[in-house]
Nanobody, 114 residues
Framework: VQLQASGGGLVQAGGSLRLSCAAS????????MGWYRQAPGKQRELVAS???????NIADSVKGRFTISRDSAKNTVYLQMNSLKPEDTAVYYC?????????WGQGTQVTVSS
């Protein structure tokens, strides 16, 4: 499975960004896709995930500001990030988990200026 992420960038606090991650290859019909982030000096943490059945899991730190969705026909997951804060600054990584396998995409930098 290959993951192609896009959509990061620089935004002012209060602004919005949308990340996209397209999966290709041997996609399992049962899978979970999501976004993790890692800020300098911190551990990678889950931001949000969504299963192939549409069940979502959102980190408390972004709940109410970030929304995860997916287009199953395109094997693409989206992370809509609103009301961004400087503490959201991190490298964001797309993740795919299928039956017996697990993949990471390349990171995309999100920088929120105050």
């Amino acid at each position: 499975v290959q993951l192609q992420a896009s959509g990061g960038g620089l935004v002012q606090a209060g602004g919005s960004l949308r990340l996209s991650c397209a999966a290709s290859g041997s996609i399992s019909s049962i899978n979970v896709m999501g976004w993790y982030r890692q800020a300098p000096g911190k551990q990678r943490e889950l931001v949000a995930s969504i299963t192939s059945g549409g069940r979502t899991n959102i980190a408390d730190s972004v709940k109410g500001r970030f929304t995860i969705s997916r287009d199953s026909a395109k094997n693409t997951v989206y992370l809509q990030m609103n009301s961004l804060k400087p503490e959201d600054t991190a490298v964001y990584y797309c993740n795919y988990g299928g039956v017996g396998n697990y993949y990471w995409g390349q990171g995309t930098q999100v920088t929120v200026s105050s």
